[in-house]
Each structure stands twice: as C-alpha cells, then as structure tokens.
C-alpha cells in the first residue's frame, strides 16, 4: 500500500510538469545521447532546417592574387570522328573544335562556312531539320540551331552523368546512347528544354544507337546487339538480344537486316525480321579493325583503321564480299555514303571524300583538312605562325583572336619542329630537312627561299642579327649565317662529343644557352660566331630540354624537376634558385610569370618574382597535350597536339573563398558528420581547414584537400559545446586564409527543443513506474 500512494504521488507531480512544460515547451530543452529510445515523428535536429541558401559571411581579403586564363579562340583544332550530310552540307562531329559546317556544293573543294564551340568534346552528330543534335563527351547532348549554317547556335542541352555518345533523332523523340548510363530516351518536341521521358540500363555501355520503325536498336559494346521496343516512349522494353561474337561499336539498320561494326570482329549481319530472336546470317572480317558502317543500296561501306574506305558487297547478306577499298595513312571512324561519294570522318585526315561511283575503285575526290597536331607557335605583329610537324607552316591572323583566320600556308615533305620570325623571314627547324627560310612579306602566299641542311636534326631555332642557331640534336649547336637567306652558311659549331642530346637553345646577348639533355644547361660564348666556346655548365642529374633567358636568369624544363630557376648573373658560375615540379614540354617568360606548357596538363603559370619559391598560380586544362606556349600583352597562344591553336585571355583575380555551410544557422553535434561547402575564386588546389572556437584554434584538418567546394567533416567528440565556432579554410601550400565562416553552433548532444515534451514526460513517468513494480517485487 505504501509503494502505491509513493507511485499515484510520482504521477501526480509529472502531470503538473506535463502541464506547464506544455505551456512553456520553447523554452524547454533536455540532452541525450544518441541510444536512447525517446523519439517523435515532429523531432527534428536543429541545423536540418538549412536551405543551404548563400548567407553573408565574413571573408578577410586575401593578400594573394591569381592568373585565370580564359579560351576567346582557336583554330586548326580538329580531330573528326563522324559525319552526317544533309543537302549541300557536312555537318562533322569535330572533337575539341565541336559542331563544323562545311559547304560540300562541289564535293572536290569541300569549305568551311561555320561552327560551334563552347569547349567541350564532340564525338557526335544527328541532323533533323533545323537542329544538329551533338553529343559531347562531357556536356551532355546539345542542340544547336543550324537554320544558318554560318552561325550555328545552341538553344538547348541535356546532362548525362556518363558520357553522352551517339544520338539518333526521329520526330519528336531523340534517342541517346549514354554509355554506363544506359539507353536514354529525350522528349525534344521544344528544343530548347530537352526532356527525358524513358530510360532503359542494363549495366552495359551503350556506344551507339539507330531507330527503325517503333525499335531501337543499340550497339552495347561487349553486351552486343540489344533490341528495345520503344513504342511506348515512357517505358523502353529490351525485346531481343544478341552477343557472343565480338564488341559492337555501331550499328546501321536496312530492311530486315542489322550491319554491325564489331572492332577487331569486322562486320557482322544480323537477320532482325524477328526482332525478339535476332540471328546472325553473315559476317566479313580481313583480320583489321571495323570502326563504323553505313549501307546502301547492295553495298555496305566500312571504315577502320588505316584502311579508310571498304566496300563490301551484301547484296546475299550471307555472303558479304568485298569489291573495292582505299588505303590511307590516318584513322578512319565515321562514313556517311550520299550520291556517289562517300564522306569519311578520319581523326588525323580530317574530312576524306571519296567518289565510289565505281565501287571497286573508290578514289579520293576532296579533302577537308582541320590540323590538330601543332607543335610550335610564334607571335609577331597580327599574325600567328605555327608548324605541326608534317602539316607545314600556317599563317593565322590574330588581329581580332576571337576570331583567328588561316592567310596562309605552306607544305611540303618535310618535319617542322620549330619556328622563328625576324623581318620578313620565318625560319623553320625541319627536323632531318636542316633549317627552312620562308619568305612571309606576303603572308597569303609564303614562299620557300633558302635551305641548310647538313644531314643533322634541327629540332630549335633562334635567330639574333644575321646568325641562326640551331640546336641539332646529336650535332649540339650549330650557327648559320642568314646575311643572303637563299644562301644560308655554317659558320661555327660547338659539340662536346659528349654522349648527350641537344634539345633547345635561347640566345641572349654574348650567350646561347643550350639544352643539352644529360649534359644539363650549358651557357655558350657566340661574341666570336665562327668560334664558340663554352663557359660554363649546369647538370642537375636529369634531362635539359627546353630553355628559356630573362635578365639574370634561366629557365629550363627537366624532365624529372620540372621547372629549374638558375642564377647566370655571371655566365660562368650559374647556381640554382628555384624549382616547380609542374613542367614538361617548354616555357616562356612575361613579366613576373612563367608560362609553362604542361603536355597532358594544359597549360601552367607559374609567380617567378621570388625565384627561390615559384608557386603555381594559374593553370588552363581542356583535354590538351600543350607542347609549346607564347605570350603576347594578355594573350596566351598555346600550340597543342590536340586542339591546334588556342588563344587564351589571361586577366589576374583576387583569391577568396565564400563558405556556404557551416553559417549562423548551423547548429552540428559532435560524433556526426557534416557537409563544409564553399564557393573560390581565382586559382587554390588545395584546401586545409582551421576549427577556431571563440576564435582560437581547436584543431586542425590536414590532408590538402582537391579544392572542389565540398569536404565531408566528422566532427571528433570532446570539442566541447559553444555557439562560437568557426571554419577557416586555408591554403595548403602556404597557409594563406582564404574564408572564415560566421559562428556556429557544436554540441555535446542532441538539441531537442522542438520534442513533444508531453511524450517526454511519459516515456519518464513510465521508467519511474518500472522502477517502483521493480521495488515493490523485491519487498
């Protein structure tokens, strides 16, 4: 009994609790740990309710300034992967030079009317009225208004989160082959707002797609032919399957047949009148490589390899037989047959077009070159000369560099290395051709007038007054007099016999400056041409290959350090300053920065105004290989073995960083994990994180963090709880501040403000009952 009057007293006093929490509940507030068991549908942690909006911050300036190198222009950046022709037109998928608009009215002098290109890389093209739908290999699917051809422009996109590769258009529909992602389906009744209304993944790798009838049939890769009902848009259904014989790359549908480019399998043919039980009938495979195929009529054309154009005969589709093909020296991919020619996309040749009016002698008819392989660059006046190595010489006029315009080129059957402008003269390193003198006074028509060629290999060349010097190879330095450039002469030569390369030479003042690959820098008296003599030597273990001087230093590119900074205040004792590791391929000094052409990494600027500690402050990467690098005001010029010519804005930017999350509002626990976001600008790879509370540092987070504006941070126990916590995020390299977030709020526990107190006080009332049974059982 008297356990009982004890328990109806607990209850009692929690129903007066229950009463005036309920009255007061905003200002209650109670901590748990995370085990316990009293929950509520309505509880909710403070900090959930975060819209991840962009709140005000505090952002001290930072002290550091960036380079940030904008793309205005390129040119002779082509690397053709498909073609699709409609009417007078070519329409090519042109790689990093995107959607080209040829003019093919008279298909033996194809020429260019138009493009688009907004940087990404274009692997693809479908045309359907007044639209190009491109995939780009990163961007999605983008459709652009082609209703001028000369001024194509895009009025729609859609994001894939693989790759978008092929796309075929029919009506209102567009049929995506996204690799990982599947087999998509896009609603492109407007243009301008793409839709996806169906989607079907398997796990395969759709490479490429073709639409006949209500079916859809795709090349799967190593998963094959796969057939998909799509009559029902909104719910794509695999019908018919077929694998087992190789790995399908394209595919190409006519009457009840299936044609399909297979790779190392060569075609197969593939009887489709049953779509549900697709059976191969034939197949054609000469031991080579089968990129595309396109059919027509009784013949089936295919590209792969360096056989740029096969035609097989399919009129017995069980016994395909060739009858004609042209060899070439490219890499032929995309075919599209209209008329009697053939129009192939081949990624070293351009845009090869062949007359198969006779299809056992297809010959070539026109050809629309776009070079891509340029690997030097120089700058004077309103024009760009570039050399791309059996591409010749190309003049482009930069006057407007958003626009630049080829004027002139010249070509014959040599190497171009390198090139040099001084007058009216370019002088070319032709490699195993010696060194090349062009007449440039009309830069419309460049015209060869001297040549010296010793049996060597010029790889670079400077010219200083009337001499040119050749670095050359196995044979060191050698200088030409250029006073009659129709009659160059040796002069003077300086090898030391020493088993090394030379690579590169810089002439400045007295002085050439030569790399010599093993045997390093080495710094060359020319005051007497005819009789140079070394002075001196820099050897840092590795391989010299590129130099550039200016004022009291060297610049030179090492294969294994990467940019070495040495002191040749006197010429006779250089001794090294510096080093950046980020340099592969050549430099080129303005001001206070290197501009350093990085290969596969683009192109990097380098701060040199402490030639001790050079620090990277700038960098341009857009799938480059960046072989050579010159620098003009603000302009940027970068020869690449990929996207020809481009032409780079380069314009200096503060370093800040702005957090998003944590702010004000934040409310962590400690033992959770939380989202930090930011937004930058300006050039900062790599991050570290400061905790301050009450603006003192608590702890450190370490690791030089990619700088990509999301780090996910589980916050450690035994912080401690405040409501003045702050992030700052610093530089990793040097600890510069970049942002500092408001104060927030880190708790020991669980704030449950907005609990149902009333549940609360039950779930108590209810352990309190427990405990009393309990005693009263134990009495």
Sequence with gaps: MKNTKIFNKIKKIFLILAVIFTLNSGFFALYYSKDQILTSENFQLQGEKEDMEKFPLINPKSSTFSQ????????????????????TYAYIADS????????????????????????????????????AYITDFYDGLEIIDISDPTTPTEVGQFTVEDHAIDVYVSGSFAYLAAGED??????????????????????????????SGSYAYVADGSDGLEIYDVSVPPTPTEVGQLNGWGYAVEIYVSGSYAYIAADDFGLRIIDISDPTTPTEVGHFNDGGITNNVYVSGSYAYLTGGDIDLEIIDVSDPTIPT??????????????????????????????????????????????????????????????????????????????????????????????????????????????????????????????????????????????????????????????????????????????????????????????????????GLEIIDISDPTDPTEVSQYIDGDEAKFVYVAGSYAYMIDVLNGLVIIDIS??????????????????????????????????????????????????????DDTSDVFVSGSYVYLASNRNGLEILQVSEVENSITILHPNSSSSWEENSSYDILWEWTGYIPAVNFNVLKNEELKETIEGGYYNDGSYNWTIPVNLGSSKKYQIKVIDANDNSTYGISENFEISSGFSISSYNPILLLAAMAGISVILAIKKRKNI
Excluded: C, W
């Design 182 to 211: 599947g087999f998509k389906i896009l609603n492109v009744s407007d243009p301008t707002t793409p839709t996806e209304v169906g989607q079907f993944y398997d796990g395969g790798e759709a490479l490429n797609v073709y639409f």
């Design 570 to 623: 006197d010429p006779t004792t250089p001794g090294l300053l510096g080093e950046y590791s980020e340099a592969s391929m050549d430099v080129f000094i303005s001001g206070v920065y290197a501009y350093v052409a990085d290969g596969n990494n683009g192109l990097g600027i380098i701060d040199i105004s402490d030639p001790i500690n050079p620090r990277k402050v700038g960098q341009f990467h857009e799938g």
């Design 96 to 131: 990093y030079g995107g959607l080209k608009i040829l003019d093919i009215s008279d298909p033996t002098t194809p020429t260019a009317l138009g493009q688009f290109d907004d940087g990404g890389q274009v692997i693809g093209v479908f045309v359907s009225e007044s639209y």
């Design 322 to 519: 060739e009858v004609g093909q042209f060899s070439g020296d490219g890499a032929a991919d995309g075919v599209y047959v209209s008329g009697s020619y053939a129009y192939v996309a081949d990624y070293f040749e351009g845009l090869e077009i062949f007359n198969i009016s006779d299809p056992t002698t297809p010959t070539e008819a026109g050809h629309f070159k776009d070079s891509r392989y340029v690997t030097d660059v120089y700058v004077s006046g309103s024009y760009a000369y570039i050399v791309g190595e059996d591409d010749g010489l190309h003049i482009i006029d930069i006057s407007t560099p958003t626009t630049p315009t080829i004027v002139g080129h010249f070509e014959e059957d040599s190497y171009y290395q390198d090139v040099y402008v001084s007058g009216l003269y370019a002088y070319i390193a032709e490699s195993y051709s010696g060194l090349g003198i062009i007449n440039i006074t009309d830069p419309t028509n460049p015209v060869k007038v001297g040549q010296f060629d010793d049996g060597g290999e010029a790889l670079s060349v400077q010219i200083s007054g009337t001499y040119a010097y050749i670095a050359d190879s196995v044979d060191g330095l050698e200088i030409i007099d250029i006073s009659d450039p129709t009659n160059p002469t040796k002069v003077g030569e300086f090898d030391d016999d020493v088993d090394s390369f030379t690579f590169d030479v810089f002439v400045s003042g007295s002085y050439a400056y030569v790399a010599d690959g093993t045997d």
């Design 68 to 87: 940030e190198a904008t793309k205005i222009g390129g040119i002779l950046d082509g690397i053709v992967s498909e073609v699709m022709i409609v009417g």
